[in-house]
């Protein structure tokens, strides 16, 4: 039962269209397109170029179409949250807002304590500057214009998912980062909407994972010069959905760190969990693949290192990942910490800089900018900060892990692997790095195979994995503690 799926796999840095290749037991893949992204500044507002992703997509699968005698499938994932209003007529009236703009925490602010826990004991996500919610509260301020002749608004997977079938609808993982639906119950909230000012006529209905959204449109076809239907697949179109769905547990449920540009640190369960105890916590729980829950924390994740390797290479000249990595090796302890989730981290003009600015204003340092250091002070801050809140799912859910599942780009960074093994005290068993994109095509599988379960589709992934483990080395409590005093 050979198939031939296409997973489009676009994060906030890049846009990959990839090849599966099903024979019946496990899934070959093949990068075929990989293309940057990235947001564009204008007026002020930080956007994506919505068009230009299309676009690279279409590309990609006309070089898809080339290599196989008939595509199956398409499934579409992306970043959570952001999204682009659409007027009456289908027509998107501006590039989707990202979420790193600072309205959202502006509208946020504006929210009281009282309110916030309303909100998250009605949809079990928990008040975040980044959530829809808010971003589209700054668009009916900001942008009234735009809003009063907004019919719909679609979320990224989603408008890729309509302009490829002319369909509309919102995918339940991804609709849950708006803080719009009660996970309970996974469907639209009316009282959030209504306590929020939101007509709720903005949002389609939600879609089904496995379920065919549509078959591409006519010009699509002609594009690529073919005859027959494709259909495009509601798989769990947010990445973090994705790419737990392509942890290869054998466990009901897990502790996982999906670790790319965002760090999303969980455990997959059959129930939400909705208690302040979690809320004051920080986590949040969001939909998974096939209804699962994903209770989690959004954490700064490699952005920062990204970011640092950018500008390194700016001062200097272009340097291979590992030898980034490898900076840090000679640095001896005490290595300087910063808290990596603090606002001055989340988009600043120089991470370097802000950074060191953070170690003297601190006390950390007295000399000037140390590349080797800053590259050190990311690994251990990442992993304690990691570490810590792992530590605070296995205390709401009052379980114990003796395994932690890393999947995703982060997860090839080996000395951050063994660090977050050394802090937690715990096995680190590496998944894929093309977690996303692995999960995004097994999820195709239950359209084609119905009688799939999840157990199913992850034993089919796990034959695509290269298993590595890490275990603890050297127990880094008292460093841990100074992470801690850090935060307090």
């Known amino acids: 039962m050979k198939k031939n799926m296409v997973a489009f796999d676009c994060g906030n840095s890049s846009c990959r269209v990839i090849l599966g290749i099903y024979d019946g037991k496990c899934i070959k893949t093949e990068v ?240 939400p969990i909705i208690t302040e105890e979690v809320r004051k916590s920080q986590l949040t729980n969001e939909i998974g693949a096939f209804q699962k829950i994903t209770l989690l924390r959004n954490s700064a994740g490699m952005f920062i290192i990204q970011r640092l390797k950018a500008e390194y290479e700016k001062e200097y000249s272009s340097i291979p990942w590992e030898d980034f990595n490898d900076l840090a090796r000679g640095v001896c302890s005490p290595v300087p910490l910063f808290p990596v989730n603090e606002n001055r981290f989340f988009n600043p003009v120089s991470m370097a800089d802000e950074i060191w600015k953070y170690f003297k204003e601190t006390g950390q340092v007295n000399t000037e900018k140390n590349w080797a250091v800053i590259v050190a002070a990311f690994q251990y801050s990442m992993a304690f900060n990691l570490c810590l809140t792992v530590e605070k799912l296995e205390k709401v859910s009052k379980k114990q892990q003796h395994k932690i599942y890393l999947v995703g780009g982060g997860s090839q960074n080996k000395r951050l692997c063994q660090l977050i093994a050394n802090v937690s005290g715990k096995k680190v068993v590496i998944g894929a790095k093309e977690s996303t994109s692995l999960g995004n095509l097994g999820a195709q599988l239950k359209f084609f195979e119905k009688q799939q379960s999840i157990q199913d589709i992850r034993d089919i992934i796990e034959k695509n994995i290269e298993k590595m483990e890490y275990i603890c080395q050297e127990r880094l409590s008292t460093e841990m503690m100074s992470y801690r005093n850090l935060l307090s």
């Open 32 to 271: 075929i397109l990989q293309v940057p992204n990235y947001m564009v500044r204008y007026h002020n507002y930080f956007y994506w170029d919505i068009l230009m992703i299309y676009h690279k997509l279409l590309e990609g699968l006309k070089e898809v179409q080339k290599k196989v005698d008939i595509i199956h499938s398409i499934g579409i994932c992306t970043w959570g949250v952001d999204f682009a209003p659409f007027d009456k007529e289908g027509f998107m009236l501006q590039n989707p807002l990202s979420y790193r703009n600072t309205v959202g925490a502006e509208m946020l602010s504006k929210i009281s304590d009282e309110q916030q826990r309303f909100l998250f004991e009605e949809t079990g996500i928990l008040c975040d500057k980044i959530n829809s919610l808010y971003m589209i509260k700054a668009l009916a301020m900001k942008m009234p214009q735009i809003f009063s002749v907004s019919d719909k608004i679609l979320m990224i997977p989603d408008i890729l998912n309509y302009m490829f079938t002319g369909n509309m609808l919102n995918e339940p993982s991804e609709f849950s980062t708006t803080q719009l639906m009660n996970v309970r119950t996974q469907k639209i909230s009316e009282r959030v909407l209504e306590n929020m000012n939101i007509p709720q006529r903005l949002f389609p209905d939600l879609g089904k994972h496995g379920e065919k959204i549509g078959n591409i449109r006519a010009e699509i076809k002609e594009y690529l010069d073919i005859k027959y239907d494709i259909p495009v697949i509601c798989v769990p179109s947010h990445d973090t959905a994705a790419a737990v769905l392509a942890v290869p547990a054998k466990e009901e449920e897990f502790i996982f760190i999906s670790l790319g540009t965002w760090a999303l640190i969980g455990m997959e369960l059959e129930k």
